[in-house]
């Protein structure tokens, strides 16, 4: 018998009997507060344990179905604690009351969970021996009918009497039977919704695991303050685990982190994850969170004219944000218009007062200012947005791509590239929700179809890349083509006409075009058929080095005095770079036929008459010091002398 993990969470209005409904199955009573004992409601999130057996639709096999139940408050007054428990469910158990039916929280929470794409439920009509059941049921579901719950099964209960309990289960194994488990794909993320000291033990923190395994041991990253921390140990559901995986209650023990909002400190909101493996790899944003956002909203079409929340989201609003377990103050700007209307959607940039470690695909609700209406949701479609980005047409076009589909892996990786321009392989994608092994394969197939390029581990736009390269040909070839003397381009002088661009991508760059047409000399890139020649107009400056050079060949004049124009600067150049001149110090250039008549007559007084000063190499050669001083040193670093003392002797001696 295998064992299969899924959260459920509670929906509905106030005092329709959902935490009774929670104490009936799961014999565990959600409300743990002294308040919410005395005002008979549910302020915090409750959390209880079910289990149940069945035979998994997907796998003929019977299966354990553990099940973590949230509890979420009904009042109006505690919404932003009902999203909070509601974030990362597999399926809401949805509460309408047989003796009060549709009310107006019943309404909001369904477009909470509809906003947050939970596409599953099981309707409980609650107190059903104190109301009409029949007429209820069909005021849910033709309330439904137009949502992901139009077929759900509605089963009429009664915690006081227990009537429908068992049925419910059955249905709610039923349903979870025909469902895939949360997929593990390598990124763990875990949204505290509690945290609290225990004496002897230190900090717990519990959530709902989302995207991968944690173990025991191991090292984690507290987001968004990006601190590190080590897990001590793993529950869940009171009961000690090695590891903890996807759909998981999870309770985890942070005995060096301390609560508060402080620097170091742990709170509710927070998401608990791993080290990013590409995080030292050109700065990945894979590893931090972001401020931006830009995301497609959507205003409910179940908005009634005279809600409140119907009124059009207008550019420049502020909201609060609720993703995960957190809330973050928001400022929304709307790319394609100037206000949402109910039924409508549009893409916008959204703001934020504080960073948020969010995901390509995470869903939210906003909420007004006032934490008083829902008044929109939505999905996120670039967790590291650049605003000035999102205003470029091409890009935006790559934005409502995505938003079309945003759990096509291809699709994804493509249009990041196309927004980005050039990324590290390593952190395409890292904030999503597709594994390292499916954007590889997504990179192959793209570069497959020569959608994209890969290059030096930077996968690149094609078009983006041609752009590049062809900007980088036209700057070589036009600087050797006014100075075809040059052996090449210097490097220097390309990067920093290619500055808007990071220095691994102009690495990736120039390996690409020697690995073609070009070819790298040292300092220096030109094209493969390049050969140097000096014009025909700076030839007579070039007799004038060279008889320069010859007058007195271990004596020449210094190189000041040589290239005394822009022509001889360049035609020296020249000589150097071809080899004919060789450059000894900044000041002091010989001809490569004196050059090597200097270095043999050293090499033979030295060899006749033992180690020599300057002085008397300087006498031999009938040179001057301002020649034999920088000369010796350029030998020494040739290794052809070493100095001892105020002598040379030859290095093989």
Same mark, same amino acid.
Request: neutral net charge.
């Given at each position: 018998?295998?064992?299969?993990?899924?959260?459920?969470?509670?929906?509905?209005?106030?005092?329709?009997?959902?935490?009774?409904?929670?104490?009936?199955?799961?014999?565990?009573?959600?409300?743990?507060?002294?308040?919410?004992?005395?005002?008979?409601?549910?302020?915090?999130?409750?959390?209880?344990?079910?289990?149940?057996?069945?035979?998994?639709?997907?796998?003929?096999? !019977?299966?354990?179905?553990?099940?973590?139940?949230?509890?979420?408050?009904?009042?109006?007054?505690?919404?932003?604690?009902?999203?909070?428990?509601?974030?990362?469910?597999?399926?809401?158990?949805?509460?309408?009351?047989?003796?009060?039916?549709?009310?107006? *929280?019943?309404?909001?929470?369904?477009?909470?969970?509809?906003?947050?794409?939970?596409?599953?439920?099981?309707?409980?009509?609650?107190?059903?021996?104190?109301?009409?059941?029949?007429?209820?049921?069909?005021?849910?579901?033709?309330?439904?009918?137009?949502?992901?719950?139009?077929?759900?099964?509605?089963?009429?209960?009664?915690?006081?009497?227990?009537?429908?309990?068992?049925?419910?289960?059955?249905?709610?194994?039923?349903?979870?039977?025909?469902?895939?488990?949360?997929?593990?794909?390598?990124?763990?993320?875990?949204?505290?919704?509690?945290?609290?000291?225990?004496?002897?033990?230190?900090?717990?923190?519990?959530?709902?695991?989302?995207?991968?395994?944690?173990?025991?041991?191991?090292?984690?990253?507290? *987001?968004?303050?990006?601190?590190?921390?080590?897990?001590?140990?793993?529950?869940?559901?009171?009961?000690?685990?090695?590891?903890?995986?996807?759909?998981?209650?999870?309770?985890?023990?942070?005995?060096?982190?301390?609560?508060?909002?402080?620097?170091?400190?742990?709170?509710?909101?927070?998401?608990?994850?791993?080290?990013?493996?590409?995080?030292?790899?050109?700065?990945?944003?894979?590893?931090?969170?972001?401020?931006?956002?830009?995301?497609?909203?959507?205003?409910?079409?179940?908005?009634?004219?005279?809600?409140?929340?119907?009124?059009?989201?207008?550019?420049?609003?502020?909201?609060?944000?609720?993703?995960?377990?957190?809330?973050?103050?928001?400022?929304?700007?709307?790319?394609?218009?100037?206000?949402?209307?109910?039924?409508?959607?549009?893409?916008?940039?959204?703001?934020?007062?504080?960073?948020?470690?969010?995901?390509?695909?995470?869903?939210?609700?906003?909420?007004?200012?006032?934490?008083?209406?829902?008044?929109?949701?939505?999905?996120?479609?670039?967790?590291?947005?650049?605003?000035?980005?999102?205003?470029?047409?091409?890009?935006?076009?790559?934005?409502?791509?995505?938003?079309?589909?945003?759990?096509?892996?291809?699709?994804?990786?493509?249009?990041?590239?196309?927004?980005?321009?050039?990324?590290?392989?390593?952190?395409?994608?890292?904030?999503?929700?597709?594994?390292?092994?499916?954007?590889?394969?997504?990179?192959?197939?793209? *570069?497959?179809?020569?959608?994209?390029?890969?290059?030096?581990?930077?996968?690149?736009?094609?078009?983006?890349?041609?752009?590049?390269?062809?900007?980088?040909?036209? !700057?070589?070839?036009?600087?050797?083509?006014?100075?075809?003397?040059?052996?090449?381009?210097?490097?220097?002088?390309?990067?920093?006409?290619?500055?808007?661009?990071?220095?691994?991508?102009?690495?990736?760059?120039?390996?690409?075009?020697?690995?073609?047409?070009?070819?790298?000399?040292?300092?220096?890139?030109?094209?493969?058929?390049?050969?140097?020649?000096?014009?025909?107009?700076?030839?007579?400056?070039?007799?004038?080095?060279?008889?320069?050079?010859?007058?007195?060949?271990?004596?020449?004049?210094?190189?000041?005095?040589?290239?005394?124009?822009?022509?001889?600067?360049?035609?020296?150049?020249?000589?150097?770079?071809?080899?004919?001149?060789?450059?000894?110090?900044?000041?002091?250039?010989?001809?490569?036929?004196?050059?090597?008549?200097?270095?043999?007559?050293?090499?033979?007084?030295?060899?006749?008459?033992?180690?020599?000063?300057?002085?008397?190499?300087?006498?031999?050669?009938?040179?001057?010091?301002?020649?034999?001083?920088?000369?010796?040193?350029?030998?020494?670093?040739?290794?052809?002398?070493?100095?001892?003392?105020?002598?040379?002797?030859?290095?093989?001696?």
């Amino acid at each position: 018998m295998t064992e299969i993990h899924f959260v459920i969470a509670t929906a509905g209005h106030v005092d329709h009997g959902k935490s009774a409904l929670v104490k009936a199955l799961t014999g565990v009573d959600p409300d743990r507060l002294p308040e919410e004992k005395a005002r008979q409601i549910t302020i915090e999130l409750g959390f209880a344990h079910l289990q149940l057996s069945t035979i998994s639709t997907l796998s003929s096999q !019977l299966s354990t179905v553990s099940i973590g139940v949230v509890d979420v408050p009904g009042h109006e007054d505690f919404v932003r604690n009902m999203i909070a428990g509601v974030g990362s469910v597999d399926l809401a158990l949805f509460v309408v009351a047989a003796d009060d039916g549709w009310m107006l *929280q019943t309404e909001e929470h369904l477009q909470i969970l509809t906003y947050l794409g939970v596409e599953r439920a099981v309707i409980a009509l609650t107190k059903s021996d104190l109301g009409n059941a029949r007429s209820i049921t069909a005021q849910v579901r033709e309330r439904l009918h137009d949502t992901a719950f139009a077929r759900s099964p509605i089963i009429p209960t009664s915690a006081r009497t227990g009537e429908g309990i068992e049925s419910l289960k059955s249905a709610l194994a039923s349903e979870l039977s025909t469902m895939q488990p949360q997929r593990d794909f390598g990124k763990p993320r875990l949204f505290i919704d509690r945290a609290f000291i225990l004496r002897g033990i230190g900090t717990v923190v519990t959530g709902t695991l989302t995207g991968g395994r944690l173990r025991r041991g191991e090292g984690v990253v507290i *987001q968004p303050q990006n601190f590190d921390a080590r897990i001590r140990s793993i529950q869940s559901h009171g009961c000690e685990v090695e590891y903890a995986q996807p759909g998981m209650r999870t309770a985890i023990n942070l005995p060096d982190v301390g609560i508060g909002d402080g620097l170091g400190q742990i709170k509710r909101g927070d998401v608990i994850t791993v080290a990013d493996p590409s995080a030292s790899l050109w700065a990945s944003p894979a590893s931090r969170a972001s401020s931006t956002l830009v995301v497609l909203l959507e205003k409910s079409h179940r908005l009634k004219p005279k809600d409140p929340a119907a009124r059009p989201l207008k550019n420049g609003i502020s909201v609060n944000l609720h993703h995960g377990t957190s809330r973050f103050p928001a400022k929304v700007g709307l790319l394609d218009s100037d206000a949402l209307e109910p039924g409508k959607q549009t893409l916008a940039n959204l703001k934020l007062e504080s960073p948020i470690f969010a995901f390509l695909g995470d869903r939210f609700v906003l909420r007004d200012a006032s934490e008083q209406y829902t008044i929109a949701g939505g999905v996120v479609l670039d967790p590291d947005s650049d605003r000035k980005e999102s205003r470029d047409e091409e890009k935006r076009k790559l934005l409502i791509a995505r938003a079309t589909a945003p759990d096509d892996v291809d699709l994804c990786v493509r249009s990041e590239i196309g927004l980005r321009g050039f990324v590290p392989i390593q952190s395409v994608l890292g904030r999503s929700h597709f594994s390292r092994a499916e954007i590889a394969e997504a990179l192959l197939r793209l *570069q497959r179809l020569k959608e994209i390029v890969v290059h030096c581990k930077i996968a690149a736009n094609t078009g983006s890349w041609e752009t590049l390269q062809n900007r980088a040909t036209l !700057l070589i070839d036009n600087a050797l083509s006014k100075n075809p003397e040059r052996i090449g381009f210097d490097l220097s002088q390309l990067r920093a006409a290619l500055r808007d661009q990071a220095g691994h991508i102009f690495e990736a760059l120039i390996e690409d075009m020697c690995s073609d047409d070009f070819v790298r000399r040292e300092s220096m890139i030109a094209r493969r058929s390049h050969q140097p020649a000096l014009p025909a107009r700076l030839r007579p400056a070039a007799a004038k080095i060279r008889e320069a050079l010859s007058k007195k060949p271990f004596d020449p004049p210094a190189r000041r005095e040589i290239e005394a124009d822009q022509h001889a600067q360049r035609v020296l150049r020249f000589l150097i770079e071809s080899g004919e001149v060789i450059e000894i110090a900044s000041d002091l250039v010989l001809s490569r036929e004196n050059f090597e008549r200097m270095k043999n007559a050293v090499a033979d007084f030295i060899s006749k008459n033992g180690p020599a000063t300057v002085s008397e190499l300087r006498q031999a050669l009938e040179s001057s010091r301002r020649i034999m001083v920088p000369f010796l040193e350029h030998l020494d670093r040739a290794g052809i002398t070493r100095r001892a003392g105020d002598r040379r002797r030859l290095s093989n001696q």
